[in-house]
């Protein structure tokens, strides 16, 4: 036994190493085999040859439109969360009274949940809350505004949800940035926007584009929301419920295998070209302190 050990050791697998076995074995069994399993069964469809699971996705206009309508929501809502985060996280990154405070009002959604975040959105912005009875009140509008049950009610609870999770991790990349070197252009008579855009911006690149798209793989998977505050069978209906209903009401497990991966596809196809047009900012290994 301790000959093995020595053997192993020699080879660099020694206790440490094996203390990752466990973790390997999650992977394995809760994320490797399941889409194993999902990839095979997309190419055993009942009839149509073996991309015949593809062909009836994409040959049909209410299927594929699904990618676009899902795409419509989820790349503005990254966007928006990225970009309203940025500025927020810059003005908090230094050490003020009350800064705890406000970073714990800014996070409180991500212990909300999605269900709560939908009725909490009803019941200001549906037809009969709060936002509209002020409206009228105030003799602004006639009648509500149509703010739920449609686009803008998925699209505020994908930004809602999303935001925190942005703002965290944007303001950890800033954190990790060395502000002397801010203060060493300022010496020499930079102000804030040559600062930022020169010296902050470029190092902020790979944590912008990486916040961006986890940002993006979570709305793209919205389902909850285009069910419970959009219109689920129409402006909403997003790829997810596509592959919920052929896997659970026309029970088409292959066509649902089919569209989930042609929803990691899809991602994986923004997730490159976001990476790809990083390099354009920042061509080093990592940003800030690292």
Same mark, same amino acid.
């Given at each position: 036994?301790?000959?093995?050990?020595?053997?192993?050791?020699?080879?660099g697998?020694?206790?440490?190493?094996?203390l990752?076995?466990?973790?390997l074995?999650?992977?394995?069994?809760?994320?490797?085999?399941p889409f194993?399993?999902?990839l095979?069964?997309?190419?055993?469809?009942?009839?149509?040859?073996?991309?015949?699971?593809?062909?009836?996705?994409?040959?049909?206009?209410?299927?594929?439109?699904?990618?676009?309508?899902?795409?419509?929501?989820?790349?503005?809502?990254?966007?928006?969360?990225? &970009?309203?985060?940025? %500025?927020?996280?810059? $003005?908090?990154?230094?050490?003020?009274?009350?800064?705890? +405070?406000? =970073? /714990?009002?800014?996070?409180?959604?991500?212990?909300?949940?999605?269900?709560?975040?939908?009725?909490g959105?009803?019941?200001?912005?549906?037809?009969?809350?709060?936002?509209?009875?002020?409206?009228?009140?105030?003799?602004?509008?006639?009648?509500?505004?149509?703010l739920t049950?449609?686009?803008?009610?998925?699209?505020?609870?994908?930004?809602?949800?999303?935001?925190p999770?942005?703002?965290?991790?944007?303001?950890?990349?800033?954190?990790?940035i060395?502000?002397?070197?801010?203060r060493?252009?300022?010496?020499?008579? &930079?102000g804030?926007? %040559?600062?930022?855009? $020169?010296?902050?911006?470029?190092l902020?690149?790979?944590? +912008?584009? =990486? /916040?961006?798209?986890?940002?993006?793989?979570?709305?793209?998977?919205?389902f909850?929301?285009?069910?419970l505050?959009?219109?689920?069978?129409?402006?909403?209906?997003?790829i997810?419920?596509?592959?919920?209903?052929?896997?659970?009401?026309?029970?088409?497990?292959?066509?649902?295998?089919?569209i989930?991966?042609?929803?990691?596809?899809?991602?994986?196809?923004?997730v490159?070209?976001?990476?790809?047009?990083?390099?354009?900012?920042?061509?080093?290994?990592?940003?800030?302190?690292?």
């Amino acid at each position: 036994m301790t000959a093995l050990r020595h053997r192993l050791a020699e080879r660099g697998v020694d206790r440490q190493l094996l203390l990752l076995v466990p973790a390997l074995l999650c992977v394995l069994i809760l994320f490797v085999y399941p889409f194993a399993y999902g990839l095979g069964l997309s190419f055993q469809p009942e009839q149509g040859g073996i991309l015949g699971a593809y062909k009836a996705f994409f040959e049909d206009a209410y299927q594929r439109d699904t990618i676009w309508t899902t795409l419509k929501l989820s790349l503005p809502a990254a966007f928006l969360n990225v &970009a309203a985060s940025v %500025p927020i996280a810059y $003005r908090m990154r230094g050490r003020f009274r009350g800064k705890r +405070l406000l =970073t /714990t009002l800014l996070v409180v959604p991500i212990t909300l949940g999605t269900v709560l975040t939908a009725e909490g959105l009803l019941n200001f912005l549906g037809p009969a809350g709060w936002f509209n009875r002020t409206l009228m009140s105030a003799g602004i509008t006639d009648e509500p505004l149509r703010l739920t049950n449609n686009y803008w009610g998925v699209f505020f609870s994908l930004v809602i949800t999303g935001f925190p999770f942005a703002f965290l991790l944007i303001l950890s990349y800033l954190s990790g940035i060395d502000p002397t070197l801010e203060r060493a252009a300022a010496t020499l008579g &930079a102000g804030w926007w %040559p600062r930022f855009h $020169r010296i902050t911006l470029p190092l902020l690149a790979p944590g +912008l584009a =990486t /916040t961006f798209c986890l940002t993006f793989v979570l709305a793209f998977s919205v389902f909850p929301s285009a069910v419970l505050v959009g219109d689920p069978a129409g402006s909403t209906r997003v790829i997810s419920i596509a592959a919920y209903h052929a896997a659970y009401e026309s029970f088409d497990y292959p066509l649902a295998s089919a569209i989930a991966v042609v929803m990691g596809v899809v991602e994986l196809a923004v997730v490159a070209a976001v990476l790809g047009l990083r390099t354009l900012f920042y061509t080093g290994s990592t940003g800030g302190k690292g």
